[in-house]
């Protein structure tokens, strides 16, 4: 069965049609600058239809389409069928999420028209974080403010934490229901969740993708009273979201969101450089101790993403003097390059450390073809 994956952005669509069974892609290609001045397409309904002609005969070969969709508030739970309704619905969660869902629903819309004869997924960034409890999704904040403007937490990256928990459970060969796991999504946009028998029970990341960890660009966790401090010093909300997403985290500490970047400054004895990756690994073990506790025990720390995957470094700065609680990296295991499901402590630890590559298109199409099948 063959599953075509879309993952539509404002003005981008990032696509891979993949074979389910051997989970071989079989072609992937990405559209960019939609909408803009020699760009791919003059939007996304005309991006989509140039997709289509790339995909060629293969087109005929769809089974499902799956959509990357970033916020499904506290509706979707789970994969979804897509129809009017569901459509409608995705709308309605606009305000939560203003750049991103516009963006996703334009991708829906026009992949519908595009292929209007095969089944369509909605597979939802915040779907497995749904079964967090109340304690862990309540703001203690006036419940009625919160109640209007439905403000919680969601949680993000979850298609990621959910595809990372279930490989893990699969390489400690013992099933996903008897683990305690602390999965560190570490990318250009980073978040960490506790799983607890294959349920998220709580995740860094909050109403939007703005909190937790120290990101690229975002600032993560800050008092919210400095928002209120800066407001009332002049700058606009405009002025506050471009400062907190856009100019924040390791490009406002250091000038680039690129941990590569950052590593090399720091290796030359830049000191806000080394502040940077003390502030960054400060704000993991932060969580990870937070974790541990709420979890109540822990059989393993699982690292994915960019910087997760690809760099032992910063994976040994993250777990540094974390030995009393019973984890500790191999260097050796840590520095053999590998691009496999793989672990890097030693064989008697206490707690398992693995680096478990993510594919979020690999589980969109598993996600789809599930709820199709
Ligand atoms: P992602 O969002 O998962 O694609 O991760 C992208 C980020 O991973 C980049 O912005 C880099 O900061 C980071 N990254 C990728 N490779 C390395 C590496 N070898 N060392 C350090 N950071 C890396």
Do not use: C
Request: proline share 3%; aromatic share 4%; net charge negative.
């Amino acid at each position: 069965m063959r599953v075509f994956v879309v993952n539509s952005g404002s003005s981008s669509i990032k696509y891979q049609l993949v074979d389910v069974e051997t989970e071989h892609v079989v072609l992937s290609g990405l559209l960019e600058r939609i909408g803009h001045d020699g760009g791919d397409a003059v939007d996304h309904e005309a991006g989509m239809r140039l997709v289509l002609e790339r995909l060629g005969s293969h087109a005929a070969s769809i089974a499902a389409v799956g959509h990357r969709v970033v916020h499904g508030g506290s509706r979707f739970t789970a994969p979804t069928r897509i129809d009017d309704e569901v459509e409608q619905a995705i709308a309605a969660l606009v305000p939560l999420a203003p750049l991103h869902n516009p963006a996703n629903l334009a991708g829906i819309r026009a992949a519908r028209l595009a292929l209007p004869d095969v089944p369509h997924v909605a597979v939802f960034d915040t779907a497995f974080h749904q079964s967090m409890p109340p304690a862990a999704y309540t703001y203690a904040i006036d419940r009625g403010v919160a109640a209007e403007h439905g403000i919680r937490r969601y949680g993000f990256h979850g298609t990621s934490h959910q595809f990372v928990a279930e490989r893990a459970a699969a390489l400690l060969d013992r099933p996903l229901e008897t683990l305690k796991l602390i999965v560190l999504h570490l990318g250009n946009g980073s978040s960490v969740t506790a799983v607890d028998a294959g349920r998220s029970i709580d995740t860094s990341m909050g109403l939007t993708p703005l909190a937790g960890l120290v990101m690229g660009t975002r600032s993560g966790d800050v008092d919210p009273g400095v928002l209120l401090h800066l407001l009332r010093s002049g700058l606009s909300g405009t002025e506050l979201d471009s400062v907190l997403n856009a100019s924040s985290g390791m490009v406002g500490l250091t000038g680039s969101a690129d941990m590569r970047d950052v590593e090399a400054a720091f290796e030359a004895g830049d000191a806000d450089a080394a502040l940077a990756l003390d502030v960054w690994a400060h704000r993991i073990r932060h969580y990870v101790g937070a974790y541990l506790a709420q979890l109540g025990g822990l059989d393993a720390v699982v690292f994915t993403a960019g910087i997760g995957e690809n760099s032992s470094s910063l994976r040994a700065r993250a777990l540094d003097g974390l030995g009393h609680l019973g984890l500790e990296i191999d260097a050796d295991r840590n520095a053999a390059r590998s691009r496999d499901a793989r672990v890097i402590s030693a064989d008697d630890a206490p707690i398992a450390v693995l680096v478990v590559p993510t594919d979020e298109e690999l589980a969109i199409a598993h996600a789809a073809s599930r709820l199709v099948h």
